[in-house]
T-cell receptor, first 111, second 117 residues
Framework: TQLLEQSPQFLSIQEGENLTVYCNSS?????LQWYRQEPGEGPVLLVT?????EVKKLKRLTFQFGDARKDSSLHITAAQPGDTGLYLC???????????FGDGTTLTVKP | DAGITQSPRHKVTETGTPVTLRCHQT?????MYWYRQDPGHGLRLIHY???????DKGEVSDGYSVSRSKTEDFLLTLESATSSQTSVYFC????????????????FGPGTRLTVL
């Protein structure tokens, strides 16, 4: 079983601060996704990374896939209250019918 | 938004009773998934389907069964509900095998909150 560990589990910061959350595994994944989930709703995809060392930017969010494709990070610059939510990483492998989700990081951005 | 609906959205039932949750999609996607979400455990895969009448177990399949008789519907059944099955259940769909490539994405339904007393 491939496991994904996310850290920190909870993060509470003030508006305008920067933050990084991590997704780590001892297993290699062919691709990794980050999702954001708001209370009472299902997760929504933010990004998919597939190449070791790949960096993708989505406005104030920067995603990086580790060189060995075992880990990933999500960095948010100048966090805003609208960034509040549960951030989930999910790893998968080609030809596998299922993916593995991490336990999530709950982010609260206070105005 | 992807066309995924789940029913019911909320359900309270008693231990030992059977429960069936329904997931309906209008996207004609081949792959469908049932997850449960509990505090501190993220999303855990219960069962998934890779086509009509084709299903496979996930990591927490004990106590659950599924059926897919049509492309658009994926049913999750708890034959005899237990308190440990109190959770929020999410259905998801994808066009390709999950995370098969850069352009694949799982679309999630709104969830069903199940309470087993």
């Amino acid at each position: 079983t491939q496991l994904l560990e996310q850290s920190p589990q909870f993060l509470s910061i003030q508006e305008g601060e920067n933050l990084t959350v991590y997704c780590n595994s001892s297993s290699v994944f062919s691709s990794l996704q980050w999702y954001r989930q708001e209370p009472g709703e299902g997760p929504v995809l933010l990004v998919t990374v597939v190449t070791g060392g790949e960096v993708k930017k989505l406005k104030r969010l920067t995603f990086q896939f580790g060189d060995a494709r075992k880990d990933s990070s999500l960095h948010i610059t100048a966090a805003q209250p609208g960034d509040t939510g549960l951030y989930l990483c999910a790893g998968g492998n080609t030809n596998a019918g299922k993916s593995t989700f991490g336990d999530g990081t709950t982010l609260t951005v206070k105005p | 938004d992807a066309g995924i609906t789940q029913s019911p959205r909320h359900k309270v039932t008693e231990t030992g009773t059977p429960v069936t949750l329904r997931c309906h999609q209008t996207e004609n996607h081949r792959y469908m998934y049932w997850y449960r979400q509990d505090p501190g455990h993220g999303l855990r895969l219960i069962h998934y389907s890779y086509g009509v009448k084709d299903t496979d177990k996930g990591e927490v399949s004990d106590g659950y069964s599924v059926s897919r008789s049509k492309t658009e519907d994926f049913l999750l059944t708890l034959e005899s509900a237990t308190s440990s099955q109190t959770s929020v259940y999410f259905c998801a769909i994808s066009e390709y095998p999950s995370l098969a490539g850069a352009n694949n994405e799982q679309f999630f339904g709104p969830g069903t909150r199940l309470t087993v007393l």
